[in-house]
Nanobody, 126 residues
Framework: QVQLVESGGDSVQAGGSLRLSCGVS????????VGWLRQAPGKELEGVAG???????TYSESVKGRFTISRDNAKRTLYLQMDNLKPEDTGMYYC????????????????????RGQGTQVTVSS
């Protein structure tokens, strides 16, 4: 069983920065992908950033160049550095992890059906 606990969400002005953290407990195999999802008000859950089992990093087009995903394996923590935040970045952010287990889906398709934390709220005002 994998447990994920997010933190770091806050209310900020447009142009500001936040760093989200996700503490991971339980065993994550080398075949796992990890990443961040978000759900904006009135919209579907979507992938934001992911690290695949082969270490490939993927960003959604809307955050590319502004967000950076990273992890510290020793601390069992996943991070999302968010810079130049925009009002459209507002939403609940979730940490996610899933065993790729040979599936051919994209990393975001996989993360949407994997383990997920309770979320942390990010609000960006203009």
């Amino acid at each position: 069983q994998v447990q994920l606990v997010e933190s770091g969400g806050d209310s900020v002005q447009a142009g500001g920065s936040l760093r989200l953290s996700c503490g991971v407990s339980g065993y994550i195999y080398s075949t796992y992908a990890v990443g961040w999802l978000r759900q904006a008000p009135g919209k579907e859950l979507e992938g934001v950033a992911g690290i695949d089992s082969d270490e490939t990093i993927t960003y959604s087009e809307s955050v590319k160049g502004r967000f950076t995903i990273s992890r510290d394996n020793a601390k069992r923590t996943l991070y999302l550095q968010m810079d130049n935040l925009k009002p459209e970045d507002t939403g609940m952010y979730y940490c996610a992890a899933v065993d790729r287990d040979g599936e051919s889906w994209s990393v975001f398709e996989l993360l949407l059906v994997g383990y997920r934390g309770q979320g942390t709220q990010v609000t960006v005002s203009s």
